[in-house]
């Protein structure tokens, strides 16, 4: 099992600390370092000191890094422009030697669209638009070089594109697609991800997620392996005090936490990520909500990474 840190600095972060968890998340022996991508807080925060571009952040990160991967969960399509966003993470890409991985997925959060001028289409045309975005995407990261990429779609059309600059992995970073969704989701995880994310579901419902990906792969003949990650609000604690301190530091119930996240003592969540990889999880993603506490990332380190 590989754990990953997950931020959301929409929240209220600097680069400045986002970059000290991206060093003790590396120096802790982490897997990876990621962040969403939001433009507007969410809740009773207060944001400050306002949101951070998420491939902007990851370009700076990809030079002060050396070894973990960086990544977004979730981009979204309704942001960027697909050739725009492919050569901005392909960029990424090359400035971390290949340590980039693409999380995407269709944009949700109206109120940020609306903050900062974005549209924000039907659900069903943002479905759309992030099949085409991934096909070009893919398709510009995997064209030969000396050969050039052309796609004509209901939203996007892209001709003669020489399909530079190449990512520094080879046929572009891995791509995650996430979310609950039974019928599209899966099949376009099927087609396009090389992982399923499930964020924030408990066991049961990340089983049947699990489920349903593996069943739209067989019906669609893939034979390439699938990663199965989830996402969990992280809280850990060595004893009730601390643990309760910590859930009141990002305003949660610690009962409701340890009920829908990944609460507890460090033995309490080994277990509970010992009951994600029986489903088939092989990554979890611990969100960490309070991010100046770098010695709960400490204590994630020395008490549950080092156990698994």
Known sequence: MRLRIFTEPQQGASYETLLSVAKATEDLGFDAFFRSDHYLKMGDVSGDPGPTDAWITLAALARETSR???GTLM???TFRLPGPLAIAVAQVDRMSAGRVDFGVGTGWFEE???AYGIPFPSLNERFERLEEQLEIITGLWRTPREATYD???KYYRVADSPALPKPAQDGG???VIGGFGAKRTPRLAARYAD???LPFHKLGDTELAFERVRKACEEAGRTKPMVYSAAQVVCCGRDEAELKRRAD???RDLTELRENGLAGTPAELVDKIGKFGELGAECLY?????LHDLNHLELLAFEVLNRL
């Open 68 to 70: 973990i991967r960086l």
């Open 75 to 77: 981009t979204a399509a």
């Open 112 to 114: 940020e669209h609306t």
């Open 151 to 153: 796609f004509e779609g």
């Open 173 to 175: 970073p891995p791509v």
């Open 195 to 197: 992982e399923y994310n």
């Open 249 to 251: 530091a990002i305003g």
């Open 286 to 290: 611990l969100q960490v909500l309070d």
